[in-house]
T-cell receptor
Framework: DTAVSQTPKYLVTQMGNDKSIKCEQNLGHDTMYWYKQDSKKFLKIMFS???????INETVPNRFSPKSPDKAHLNLHINSLELGDSAVYFC??????????????FGPGTRLTVL | GQNIDQPTEMTATEGAIVQINCTYQ??????LFWYQQHAGEAPTFLSY??LDGLEEKGRFSSFLSRSKGYSYLLLKELQMKDSASYLCAVVDSNYQLIWGAGTKLIIKP
């Protein structure tokens, strides 16, 4: 009965490759997020989707492209991977967007290592 | 700009009490969350405050003062398993969650 799942858990790849990370939530939530957590452990929002529509797109290189086929899925595709992309990527979901109490539920994370 | 400050690292002894502070300056305020993150794992929800005062939940309590832009997380009867990072996050006027950098708590026997 996993709430928010991500695949793969670990991803090791060469510079210049293209890779995707998948995320699914079975909580019936409207809003989903992608975060990047670097070696300094700072959690940085990358994208937010509400009912399959992009709401937040922080200053992220356009090599990163999120795709939401339905409100239960939010995938992240990364083109031309660079060394600086190495980090842990977390997917999260929350019930709805414009709420004060909007607890976010996190997936287990994907540790991306670019060689 | 928006800013959330927490100490980078704290050390405490098993069985003791520790208070982790968080100060914030954000565009509006719609609540404050505390999350716990063990090394190599995802953040998990600990507490939520939107009104001033203390919220108690077992060994953990969270306090909020909106006028001072200040919150703290109080952990009592510390256990080794409490060694983790503790993240403070504020919901701003656009209902976006603004995250602090987290406080790494080290518990010593």
């Amino acid at each position: 009965d996993t709430a928010v799942s991500q695949t793969p858990k670990y991803l090791v790849t060469q510079m210049g490759n293209d890779k995707s990370i998948k995320c699914e939530q079975n909580l019936g939530h409207d809003t989903m997020y992608w975060y990047k957590q670097d070696s300094k452990k700072f959690l940085k929002i990358m994208f937010s989707y509400n009912n399959k529509e992009l709401i937040i797109n922080e200053t992220v290189p356009n090599r990163f492209s999120p795709k939401s086929p339905d409100k239960a899925h939010l995938n992240l595709h990364i083109n031309s991977l660079e060394l600086g992309d190495s980090a842990v990527y977390f997917c999260a979901s929350s019930p709805r967007l414009a709420e004060t109490y909007n607890e976010q539920f996190f997936g287990p994370g994907t540790r991306l290592t670019v060689l | 700009g928006q800013n959330i400050d927490q100490p980078t690292e704290m050390t405490a002894t098993e069985g003791a009490i520790v208070q982790i502070n968080c100060t914030y300056q954000t565009s509006g305020f719609n609540g404050l969350f505390w999350y716990q993150q063990h090394a190599g794992e995802a953040p998990t929800f600990l507490s939520y405050n939107v009104l001033d005062g203390l919220e108690e939940k077992g060994r953990f309590s969270s306090f909020l003062s909106r006028s001072k832009g200040y919150s703290y997380l109080l952990l009592k009867e510390l256990q080794m398993k409490d060694s983790a990072s503790y993240l403070c996050a504020v919901v701003d006027s656009n209902y976006q969650l603004i995250w602090g950098a987290g406080t790494k708590l080290i518990i010593k026997p």
